[in-house]
């Protein structure tokens, strides 16, 4: 329903781009159609500007919004406020909202939609992202980098590019970021293939290291940093890959194997935590008191045969991980028995990527019918379970119809960030949400751009998105520079101990 309405101009404090409130406008009942969809977001205090445009017809735009004396106008196709004004106006909105009024011309007739809030929480946010960004063809999957984004403006930048040492049929494939406690100067990555390795930057030293033996499965794949000991745990994967023909999950991403390993970095020792032949362990992370580490694991029977690899790709439905923790003594370095958490396999599903809020609460984890890599299965979908009360629910507050993956919570344990499928099914962007004290979280908004179209034509997905502190200092060519030199080989022992 629409009604013709006359403006009338209210002294405020305004900031402008050029552009005047029509005089006379028709009333619009619905809400603006715009990209990306900030209709009645929660955002940080200190985020970037939301920048978004409207999608659909229209000659002419003029977008208002307000938070107390602060007003800002803007217009044009797309909605580019300035970044001082931005901040000002954030400020003003602080614990409140910002009010948003859109106005579109459509053959010399105005429409003023149905005003929208950007509430603005006092929560701050970690005032950096990094993520792998990758593109979706596996021609040119070498093309990858490890991005960073600062959350406070649009400033992003290269950690390390997969083709500084190599590329081609002599390539390498750069995964597995991760640091400790949100600190950038302590992290590592891996890189496979042509000059293989695993290296670790610890305030200010970098080394590369061998991560192979007769004693372990694999080279230490996804990681985990102790909270504050020089400790990593990582999952040991063999992944396979199929690509499906009917399936509307394209590709299906499987361990056949996989166990948990403990890598002493100052003592460059590894050894096994969780090995056992009809368990696949995966995805430890450890909670924030450093007494406890979680992980998710299949139990899976082998019927000997064929090899494992090809037996599993016509079993992979079967694969259903549950959520496990361990204790864990950082005096002695002795892991406890497991325990179980969350019967997934009882459900019928399979739960991984078990994330634990820093208040050692709420662990957060992705839920799908079955497997482990749930990036590319469209009905994952993100839960909660109170470690306090034993609850557990989908986060239907901020779940779609399509994937959601990875996860990460920020430092203050106030905000969540996650990759999502939602407006295409086909490439993964980071969403982040506001998390309460109760776990209730509010509509996620997408990772504002200067251009707010940005997301759609940038043909790449947005993996593993974990909050910093800061950004990373080292330079990329620093990171090359180790890589081609020759990996450190690692020491099993039986048992890690001081």
Known sequence: MKRLLLFTAVAMLLVACGNQIPEKFWESDKLPNIYPDYTNVTVPINIAPLTFQIDGKA???????????????????????DADDWQRLAETAKGNAIKVEVYAELNNSWTRFKPFNIYVSPDSIDPYISYRLIPPSYVTYEELTINQRCLENYDENVIYNNLLCSEGAEGQ????????Q???????????????????AYDGTIKKIGMQGDSILSAGVYPTWHPWLKLIVYSTNKTGQ????????KIEVFDSESDLIAYDVEKNEVTNIENAPDEMECFPFWAPDGKTLYYCSAHFEYHDTIEKGAEFTTRTQEAKYNLYKKSFNPETLQFGPRELVFDADSMDMSATLPRISPDGRFLMFTLAKYGVFHIWHHDADLWLLDLQTGEKRNMKEINSPDTESYHSWSSNGRWVVFSSRRYDSNYTRPFIAHIDNNGNATKPFELPCANPDYHRQLLKSYNVPEF???????KPQQFADVLKQEAEPVKYVNRLSR
Do not use: K, L, W
């Open 242 to 249: 199929i690509f499906h023909s009917v399936n509307p999950n």
């Open 173 to 180: 494939c750069i995964n597995c970021h991760n640091y400790q």
């Open 59 to 81: 000659d002419d735009v003029v977008v208002r919004m307000t938070s107390g004396n602060e007003e800002i106008v803007c217009g044009g196709y797309q909605i580019q406020p």
């Open 468 to 474: 910093m502190r800061g950004p990373v200092t080292i």
């Open 182 to 200: 949100y600190n950038p100067e302590r992290m590592q990555f891996h890189a496979r293939q042509n000059m293989g390795g695993t290296i670790i």
